[in-house]
């Protein structure tokens, strides 16, 4: 019987153990090292990738993603910086759109104002000469109902405007002998024939009959319905007494 000791006896498992911790620490070396190309390849460039979109978020459409490599992480590089460009171009396309309807907005609006402010003129100029010119205006609607009388009728008549605006014209101003004859007069006006030198006489507040001579014309809307008769009227009673003074000196001439 051969004697060995237990030293010799271990010694091929000593070395067993050796050789597999000595293979677990290569095998973790490599792992680290796996893990930190891993890091580099992947990890990296998905941090650029993600720095990049929340520069896009922020507006800065020009942010691209460098492209290391034709793997699946350089594949969706060149598919973010695709999408990039083509945000950028569609935005830049829209700013360019957005200029230009700025533009015709502001000259619309600039034309409009200039429109706005012509008109604003006729209006100022049409009521200057309703308030001085020496001649009756009158306005009524397609009833005969007054809503407008200018500032020389006013002053000839002895009415303001409130107190007869909406108020019937023929009841209000003519004589109960003429009112019957001048509403037929006012009707054939309102069915588009303008009546021309047509004489009768007004009331005035103090009871006085003044004779007028009156023009009339309807006013149409867009449609061209009638909405309104306009008169004009020149006080013509000196002139009648006139004439009617020289008729008179012919008769006992005569």
Known sequence: ???????????P?????????????????????????LGRRVVVPLQKLNKSAQGIAAGKLDQRVPVTGHDEVGQLADSFNTM????????????????????????????????????????DFASSLLNTAPMIVLLLNTRGVIEYINPYFEQLSGYRLDEVKGKEWFSTFLPLRDQDRIRALFQTAVHAAPT???????????????????????????????????????????????????????????
């Open 13 to 37: 498992l000593y070395r067993m153990r050796s050789f597999a911790l000595a293979s677990l620490v290569l095998a973790m070396i490599a792992a680290i090292f796996g893990a930190i190309l």
């Open 1 to 11: 019987v051969v004697k060995m000791d237990s030293a010799e006896a271990l010694a």
């Open 196 to 254: 021309r030198g047509n004489i009768n006489p007004i009331i005035t507040r103090s009871g006085a009959e003044l004779e007028i001579e009156w023009n009339a014309q309807v006013m149409r809307d867009a449609q061209g319905h009638v909405m309104s008769v306009l008169a004009t009227g020149q006080d013509v009673t000196e002139r009648k007494s006139m004439e009617l003074t020289l008729i008179a000196r012919e008769a006992r001439l005569n």
């Open 84 to 123: 990039a460009g083509r945000l950028q171009t569609s935005y830049a396309n829209l700013e360019g759109q957005v200029r230009q309807r700025t533009a015709e907005l502001t000259g619309a609006l600039a034309h409009e104002q200039e429109a706005q402010v012509a008109l604003q003129n006729e209006r």
